[in-house]
């Protein structure tokens, strides 16, 4: 199958062309004549598929012809996104797509100025990109006319809702006129998922171009089993001696990512993190250095990260791996991209036994294990609780009632405010369980099972 048998204009595909792609991916092939024809789609896509392309390509070529006589314009094309990262992203396929039409786009998300959109936004645009809190802003600032949009593209729709976004997607729905084109992608399907497809979608074109919950196949998975305070010196080694030149590294909380970009700058390889707590230029400035070459290692939590494209990232490393199964297809997914090889390194100690588990039941297969000369695990050494991990909620049975009227405090927070607290206590009143994973073996002692629990979770491996 090649492009030019889709149905799109020449000057389209002359701009596929200047990327060089020589045939559409799957989600491509599937999604671009579906939205050609003016349905509504529901498409299950991971992200790396091609599928940027596959909702842009013919949203453009669709709002090109619209607006051929039209002297005002008004925004026809609105996509939202979870994160701010994803939106650039779309943003810049946007341009990249359509650089040979005289459509005008804009990308309006939080944690910048606002008045350059506003700006925007008066000069008039066709497509607009956004995260749906500074959709919001501009909706209640009076700065933005959502009632002529005539497609409207939920990417990444399960990350939306993970991230708490369905109140503000209901939100803007209400703004839409009730007569218009939907395209919901989306990497998993929960029941949530469907619901809000059933809300959304007339009679759509369902179509899948990977399959449910399954790994990028052509990313090469390993697992090494580690002490949890032997990580980081496993990941340094993996780095340099492997020649690592550009590595995406998670971990769980923002706190664990400024600590290991700190230590890792501190073995002599540049580190840059990236999460939540960074300002948004901090996170541009950071991602731009990794791609660019200035930074080796980019350590980012989950949130960070979601819809981050890099060109050819050769490894993702799971410092951690992640408490929600579904979160490691999405971190190995930044690799392996388009077709591309790719390598997802998980460094899994003994806590992490449980989620390893979780994660290969997802994935219905296991994931090779390579034990790592010098870094063998310790089988005296007991698992010890993940805050917020699975095991959490014992834990938490064991210590303390749960307050069930103290709102929840966000997942990263909770960890970083549990480390300051044990910052301040030291181990003193015997309370401080959970070790800072990565500090060095011969910094402290370590905790040790004793008894019959010796090597019981240990076989696991
Ligand atoms: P996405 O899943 O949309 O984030 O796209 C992942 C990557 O695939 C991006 O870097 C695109 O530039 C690239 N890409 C999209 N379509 C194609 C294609 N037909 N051939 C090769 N690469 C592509």
């Excluded at 759509?204 to 790994?215: F, L």
């Excluded at 994660?359 to 790592?372: A, G």
């Excluded at 014992?394 to 749960?402: G, H, M």
Aim: hydrophobic content about 35%.
């Amino acid at each position: 199958m090649s492009f030019d048998r889709l149905g799109l204009s020449a000057a389209l595909l002359r701009a596929v062309a200047d990327q060089k792609y020589t045939q559409p991916t799957p989600v491509q092939t599937q999604a671009i004549p579906v939205v050609l024809q003016g349905k509504d789609l529901l498409a299950g896509a991971q992200t790396g598929t091609g599928k940027t392309a596959g909702f842009t390509l013919p949203m453009l070529q669709l709002i090109n012809e619209r607006v051929q006589g039209q002297s005002r314009r008004h925004i026809r094309g609105l996509v939202l996104t979870p994160t701010r990262e994803l939106a650039a992203q779309v943003g810049e396929s946007i341009r990249t797509y359509g650089k040979h039409l005289s459509l005008r786009s804009s990308i309006i998300f939080g944690g910048v100025n606002i008045n350059p959109q506003i700006r925007a936004l008066r000069a008039g645009i066709d497509i607009l990109v956004a995260t749906p809190g500074r959709l919001l802003d501009h909706v209640g600032q009076g700065t933005i006319d959502l009632s002529k949009v005539e497609i409207l593209v939920l990417d990444e729709a399960d990350r939306m809702l993970d991230m708490g976004f369905i109140h503000d997607i209901k939100r803007v729905l209400a703004l839409l006129p009730p007569k218009r084109q939907n395209l919901l992608f989306s990497a998993t399907f929960s029941d949530e998922i469907k619901n809000l497809a059933d809300r959304l979608l007339n009679s759509p074109v369902h179509i899948e171009a990977a399959r449910k919950n399954t790994a990028a196949e052509q990313v090469e998975q390993v697992m090494h089993p580690v002490d949890r305070e032997r990580k980081k010196d496993l990941l340094s080694k993996l780095i340099t001696e492997g020649e690592w030149r550009q590595v995406l590294v998670f971990t769980r909380t923002k706190h664990g990512a400024n600590r290991l970009s700190q230590q890792l700058e501190r073995d002599g390889i540049r580190s840059s993190a990236i999460h939540g707590n960074k300002s948004q230029s901090a996170r541009t400035h950071a991602l731009a250095d990794f791609k660019n070459g200035k930074v080796r290692v980019l350590v980012a939590t989950d949130i960070a990260a979601r819809g981050l494209d890099i060109d050819k990232l050769p490894h993702v490393v799971n410092f951690e791996l992640p408490n929600v199964a579904e979160d490691y297809v999405h971190r190995i997914g930044r690799t392996g991209r388009a077709g591309r090889d790719g390598c997802a390194i998980s460094l899994v100690c003994v806590d992490e036994l449980k989620l390893l588990r979780d994660i290969e039941r997802l994935l219905r297969t296991s994931i090779p294990k390579v034990m790592m000369p010098g870094f063998e695990p310790d089988p005296s050494i007991a698992p010890e609780p993940i805050p917020n991990g699975r095991n959490r909620a014992l834990f938490q049975k064991d210590r303390r009632p749960a307050n069930r009227h103290s709102p929840a405090p966000r997942r990263d927070d909770r960890r970083d405010r549990n480390n300051d607290r044990k910052k301040a206590s030291g181990s003193r009143n015997g309370q401080s369980r959970r070790r800072d994973s990565e500090s060095s073996p011969s910094s402290g002692s370590r905790r040790r099972s004793s008894g019959s629990s010796r090597h019981s979770a240990f076989s696991d491996f």
